[in-house]
């Protein structure tokens, strides 16, 4: 099987489970383009997910990169289908079949449990991501301190990007 289309067929199977978006299963993007495939190093997926949380657009972006390492544009644009057409299927008949519920409440109830597993599942990628990440006491210190700023306080997120920058600049982390 081609590189390509191991790309291809892997990662319409991942997005299949990709309920709340990619972020929600980073680890297992992670797990799948590092230590499975070898598609990418860690290093390499840390810079493109965080070049794809800074760009304006979708998160599907690290993907896209991961696509463009693995096979130039062609991969890109593989890797960048791949991940979106088993969710847009899969959204466009379950909200037809949502919108056909007469029980107002039965389709909130719904929404809100999609909702919240959405959340749980960006939540603990988050947690799993950082442990996997977080190498040194400092980058650690870093993150509890950035969670904490971010739920404490209302300070832009484009300050604690500067700061996080800024330690890594100055050799901190």
């Known amino acids: ?24 299963l980073l680890p297992v993007l992670y797990d ?26 979708p998160n599907l972006m690290t993907v896209t990169l991961i696509g463009w390492n693995v096979g130039g544009v062609l991969g890109a644009a ?51 991501i950082s442990l996997q990440m977080n190498q040194s006491l400092a980058a650690v210190i870093l993150t509890i301190v950035t969670i904490s700023i971010t739920f404490f306080t209302r300070w832009h997120p484009l300050y604690l990007i500067a700061a996080g920058a800024a330690c890594g600049l100055l050799g901190f982390i």
């Open 78 to 128: 593989l890797a960048t289908f791949a991940i979106a057409w088993p969710s847009s299927i899969v959204v466009y008949f379950l909200q037809g079949y949502i919108s056909k519920i007469q029980n107002k409440q039965r389709q909130r109830i719904i929404q809100f449990t999609a909702s919240a597993l959405a959340v749980g599942l960006v939540l603990a990628a988050a947690w799993k």
């Open 32 to 57: 799948l383009s590092v230590n499975q495939e070898h598609w990418i190093s860690p290093q390499t997926f840390a810079d493109y997910f965080a070049i794809a949380q800074a760009a304006p657009g």
């Open 1 to 24: 099987m081609t590189v390509l289309l191991s790309l291809f067929l892997k990662l319409s199977a991942f997005a299949m489970v990709a309920f709340g978006g990619i972020n929600a």
